[in-house]
């Protein structure tokens, strides 16, 4: 069994910047893919960001290419949100995911392990 455990969501000014943070309690998700989803009210959860096990790939979705990044740490077992030039429609509860393999994929079904989800909230 794995446990994810996010952080770093908050409230932001549009314009502004928040960093997500994602930590497995496990090393073996060294070897998995990690992604990010989100999930709005009232609206499906929706894929943001994946990126392979060894970041080697990486792949975002159009509405946030360009102002997000993803990156990991392996040695901390550890994925990573960084969230620039926030805008009030990125207001949503963020899952950091764990593939069982190695490439990431945009299908939330695709998924075994998930966070608890962290909330945030961008202000116009």
């Known amino acids: 069994q794995v446990q994810l455990v996010e952080s770093g969501g908050g409230l932001a000014l549009a314009g502004g910047s928040l960093r997500l943070s994602c930590t497995a309690s496990?090393?073996?998700?060294?070897?998995?893919?990690m992604s990010w989803f989100r999930q709005a009210p009232g609206k499906e959860r929706e894929f943001v960001a994946t990126?392979?096990?060894?970041?080697?790939?990486?792949n975002l979705a159009d509405s946030v290419k360009g102002r997000f990044t993803i990156s990991r740490d392996n040695a901390k077992n550890t994925v990573y949100l960084q969230m620039d030039s926030l805008k009030p429609e990125d207001t949503a509860v963020y899952y950091c995911?764990?593939?069982?393999?190695?490439?990431?994929?945009?299908?939330?079904?695709?998924?075994?392990?998930w966070g608890q989800g962290t909330q945030v909230t961008v202000s116009s």
């Open positions: 990126m392979s096990w060894n970041g080697a790939s990486m």
């Open positions: 496990r090393r073996t998700v060294s070897n998995n893919a």
């Open positions: 995911a764990a593939s069982l393999s190695a490439y990431g994929s945009t299908d939330s079904t695709r998924y075994r392990y």
